[in-house]
Structures are given as C-alpha cells and as structure tokens.
T-cell receptor, first 113, second 115 residues
Framework: AQSVAQPEDQVNVAEGNPLTVKCTYSVSGNPYLFWYVQYPNRGLQFLLKYITGDNLVKGSYGFEAEFNKSQTSFHLKKPSALVSDSALYFCAVRDTGENDMRFGAGTRLTVKP | AAGVIQSPRHLIKEKRETATLKCYPIPRHDTVYWYQQGPGQDPQFLISFYEKMQSDKGSIPDRFSAQQFSDYHSELNMSSLELGDSALYFC??????????????FGPGTRLTVL
C-alpha cells in the first residue's frame, strides 16, 4: 500500500525567495508522484508529475520537483516565490498496480510581499 | 481542451436526505475516481470504476453507492445523509489507453452541505 507524508502544515516565505514544500512517500513498487495545488474554494490543479526518467521534473507556474529514490522524497521547489503562489499544496502518490492515489495532508504555503 | 465536469457544483441537503452527484469524464477516458475532501482535510479516495465495473474501493461508507454508465459518466449516490458528509466531492478521470500510469484529471468538485 502506498502512503505519503507532508511534514509541514505551513510554509511561509517572502516574495522573491526560494520555496520548498516537502513530501516523502512509501510504496511497495515503483512510485508515480504528483503535486497538486488548491486555491481557496477551488478544485485541485495539476502542477507536475514524476513517472520515470529525469529525477528533476519541471511543471506549471515555474515549479519543479526532484525525485530522490534513496530518501523517498519528492520535494516541490520554486526559485523565486510569488504572492500568487499562496495556496494549499498536496503531494500524491500512486503505486504501480494500484488504481487510487493517496494524498498527503497538504501544506499551506503563504508568500508575503 | 475538455475537462472533467461535475454537477451540481453546490448542493444543500437536510440530514437523512439523499443526494446524487454526477461526473462526466474527459472524452475517451474510461476510468472514473471519486474523492471526498472534508473541511481542512486532504482528499480521501472513495471508489473507482473502469469500463463500467468497480475497480477499486476506498473509504466509501455503506450509505454511499456509485456506478459508471455506458457513456462513462458516473454517479455517486448518497443516502441517509449525515452532518459529517458535508465536504467537497471530487471526481477524476483517466484513460488506460493513453498511458500506463493513469494520470488523473480532476473536476472542479461538488460542495455538499448537510444541514
């Protein structure tokens, strides 16, 4: 069975600074990893995914994530944060052979001007 | 590009009533997933269907049932509603033909409020 953990409930950064939102996972097979963003009263928007290949994945809105198999991590990063990046971010994992995704608890990112 | 459509977008019901949520997947997608997101919670997987057959079951209460129809749309039926059922219900769809990893595309969600 797959599981995912987001150790930080809240991340605060200043606009223009780099941001990192952490995610670790546990699967029995090979992981398919995803990041979603949720703005207030909105649905889940896909940011990026790791399936196979290059460990550094680039996604929407300047976000990227690095797959680290030895540390079972898939942290979300952005070199320069924007106030408009403030939202709730969910990491999700799907194990090979499984149909459903497991979501982390979510991390609320606040970017201050 | 067409996205996943969910209806209604908002629904208000009384306790013990029934509710039906509908999901229209992206055209040519054959798999539908339902998730429940309580206030301040992460989405929890409820149930999924592939080619009109139930493919996986998560934390779906016995009071809920779902099905996928011949046109691949899906309905989530909820009976004897409880206050705790108030949540955002997401539908997602994927295509088994387009990829092996079944990337899921999410709809905007239906916000159910039980009074």
């Amino acid at each position: 069975a797959q599981s995912v953990a987001q150790p930080e409930d809240q991340v605060n950064v200043a606009e223009g600074n780099p941001l990192t939102v952490k995610c670790t996972y546990s699967v029995s097979g090979n992981p398919y990893l995803f990041w979603y963003v949720q703005y207030p009263n909105r649905g889940l928007q896909f940011l990026l995914k790791y399936i196979t290949g290059d460990n550094l994945v680039k996604g929407s809105y300047g976000f990227e994530a690095e797959f680290n198999k030895s540390q079972t991590s898939f942290h979300l990063k952005k070199p320069s944060a924007l106030v408009s990046d403030s939202a709730l971010y969910f990491c999700a994992v799907r194990d090979t052979g499984e149909n459903d995704m497991r979501f982390g608890a979510g991390t609320r990112l606040t970017v201050k001007p | 590009a067409a996205g996943v459509i969910q209806s209604p977008r908002h629904l208000i019901k009384e306790k013990r009533e029934t509710a039906t949520l509908k999901c229209y997947p992206i055209p040519r997608h054959d798999t539908v997933y339902w998730y429940q997101q309580g206030p301040g919670q992460d989405p929890q997987f409820l149930i999924s269907f592939y080619e009109k057959m139930q493919s996986d079951k998560g934390s779906i209460p016995d009071r809920f049932s779902a099905q996928q129809f011949s046109d691949y749309h899906s309905e989530l039926n909820m009976s004897s509603l409880e206050l705790g059922d108030s949540a955002l219900y997401f539908c997602a769809s994927s295509s088994s033909r387009e990829s092996s990893y079944n990337e899921q595309f999410f709809g905007p969600g239906t916000r159910l409020t039980v009074l």
